[in-house]
């Protein structure tokens, strides 16, 4: 079984930066394709950025070129690093964890999951 809890998230102006961390627990991200989802008040769940397996990387639009996913070293912590944040970019972080999901982008393939961090970015 695998255990998830992010950490990272604050209150920061825009045009700042953060770093989130996903741990893993009870197994290593190995062989797992690992995404961050957000959610604001009101709004439904959407992708951010994921990494599959084999390494390859996806963002959403929006955060292209902001945004940067990766794994870390010890294949049991996943980073999502956030630069020049804008006050849309406020939401809750989710991090997600599945065996080859069947949509990549769709939260409902994801079988593990975080509790969330929340990324506040005042104007």
């Known amino acids: 079984q695998l255990q998830l809890v992010e950490s990272g998230g604050a209150l920061v102006q825009a045009g700042g930066s953060l770093r989130l961390s996903c741990v893993a627990s009870?197994?290593?991200?190995?062989?797992?394709?690992v995404a961050w989802f957000r959610q604001a008040p009101g709004d439904l769940r959407e992708f951010v950025a994921g990494t599959k397996w084999m390494d390859s990387s996806y963002y959403r639009n929006s955060v292209k070129g902001r945004f940067t996913i990766s794994r870390g070293n010890f294949e049991n912590t996943v980073y999502l690093q956030m630069n020049s944040l804008k006050p849309e970019d406020t939401a809750i972080y989710y991090c997600a964890a599945g065996d080859r999901p069947r949509q990549f982008d769709a939260g409902e393939y994801y079988a593990y999951w975080g509790q969330g961090t929340q990324v506040t970015i005042s104007s």
């Open positions: 009870g197994q290593t991200f190995r062989n797992y394709d």
